[in-house]
């Protein structure tokens, strides 16, 4: 697991309920360590009963605190203010899982463990993620008291559907870590430099169809504008993710518009431009498409083995069309597009900035084998509209993506 540049220093308070998903607890802890945040755990009584303060002690490398009346147990803090220490520094709480009977005591304001009390002392955003059977989850007083912690501020992390340990099958069971950790990231991220933007971003490549069963498509795999979509939402952003890659996770907060043509993916970006503060085109667009959809399947001919031509036709160039959105409404207020090329990559890329009207366009040497397509890091130059350039080194996606987003900031002026 790669650090995360949001969580780099985070405090964060991970309160663990007696629910058989305190397992997933554990992994989370361990994630969330990894990518660079600091993890207080707290766990009740019934929680310890399905995993040992040991486990989370060993994937944090922090003390847990159990009791709110052992001084053993106080990770060095005043015991008698341990709660308030806790709850004080912290920048985020998640308390996961939630059991029914944790979201009734924080719905009523008790406060007869560790972990009830610091919910009521922290200052800090606090997260529940219920796990239950599905028949608890639905029952009127559990939903009553979400609603009441709602209101209050608390945010819910619905749970996934599916198996239970019991065998039924409902609503009820506690995200996959990759989920918590995306509504961790969403939550932390919200007084980012770009809060109150929009921000569209485009991934994937697209793909034009032949016939009912065949298409033609790139090597475009999206992490790239997945990437982007999840460092706009580290930001503050509030992003649309206009999709023809369809094997990735939607990063938690973002609005997926799945896509799969070119024609499609345009007519997707001129509608969500229309209000954006920002397009990314990070997809990489197919320039052709079949001229002619077969409506039946292409059937080879059995007497003769001579093959079929397929004529293709010009796909619209999405980013010029978005130049004449901007120039007759404003709107997106920034572009910023990609550039994969295999030779020449400056000048192509310089004269695609111009032919476009972009501000930031991000030069991408597909010819490297640890950059470009399909690959986790990315080796780029960012120009900009006043003839700079910046050259990053070999980075993951993740932080190319980042970097993109703080030009886009400047560019702003938000960062
Ligand atoms: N792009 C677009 N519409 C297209 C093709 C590309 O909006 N029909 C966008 C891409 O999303 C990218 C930028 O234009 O942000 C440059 O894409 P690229 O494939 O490098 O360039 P092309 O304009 O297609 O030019 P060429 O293929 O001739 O290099």
């Avoid at 996770?249 to 070119?262: D, F, N, W």
Wanted: proline residues 4%; charged residues 20%.
């Amino acid at each position: 697991m790669d650090k995360i540049t949001l969580l780099q220093t985070k405090r964060i308070i991970l309160g663990v309920t007696g629910s058989i998903a305190a397992y997933k607890a554990v992994d989370l802890a361990s994630k969330l360590t990894q990518t660079g945040a600091l993890v207080d755990v707290i766990m009740t009584e019934a929680a310890q009963r399905f995993v040992t303060a040991l486990a989370f002690q060993s994937v944090t490398g922090r003390p847990v605190y159990t009791n709110l009346w052992h001084a053993d147990h106080s990770g060095g803090l005043p015991t008698h203010i341990a709660h308030v220490g806790l709850g004080e520094g912290a920048d985020l709480m998640l308390i996961a899982p939630a059991t029914a009977q944790t979201l009734a005591k924080l719905a009523g304001g008790f406060a007869d463990n560790l972990l009830t009390v610091t919910a009521l002392a922290a200052r800090c955003p606090v997260a529940v993620a219920p796990a239950m059977d599905g028949g608890m989850y639905l029952h009127m007083a559990t939903q009553a008291n979400l609603q009441l912690l709602q209101e209050r501020g608390v945010t819910l992390i619905e749970p996934d559907e599916g198996r239970f340990a019991s065998g039924l099958v409902g609503r009820g069971r506690l995200p996959e870590t990759p989920a918590l950790l995306g509504h961790i990231r969403r939550m932390l991220g919200r007084s980012g430099p770009l809060a109150g933007c929009g921000v569209v971003v485009t991934a994937g490549g697209t793909s034009e169809a032949i016939d009912p069963v065949r298409f033609i498509t790139n090597r475009s795999s999206g992490k790239q504008g997945y990437a982007l979509a999840q460092a706009a939402l580290d930001a503050g952003a509030a992003v649309t993710l206009i999709s023809a890659a369809h094997n990735l996770p939607t990063p938690v907060g973002a609005a997926l518009i799945p896509v799969e043509s070119a024609r499609e993916m345009l007519d997707a970006v001129l509608d969500h431009s229309k209000n954006a503060d920002v397009l990314v085109m990070a997809a990489a667009v197919a320039d052709f498409r079949p001229e002619t959809v077969a409506e039946q399947k292409i059937k080879k001919n059995a007497d003769d083995d001579s093959g079929i031509s397929l004529q293709l036709a010009r796909n619209p160039d999405i980013l010029i069309a978005v130049k004449a959105l901007r120039q007759s409404t404003g709107y997106p207020r920034l572009a910023v597009g990609f550039a994969a090329e295999s030779e020449n990559l400056l000048a192509n890329a310089r004269s695609k900035l111009e032919r476009k009207g972009l501000d930031l366009l991000v030069a991408n040497d597909i010819s490297a084998q640890d950059a470009g397509f399909a690959v986790d890091t990315n080796r780029v130059t960012i120009l900009d509209a006043a003839g700079g350039q910046q050259e990053l080194p070999l980075a993951s996606k993740a932080q190319v993506s980042e970097a993109i987003i703080e030009r886009v900031s400047a560019l702003l002026g938000t960062a």
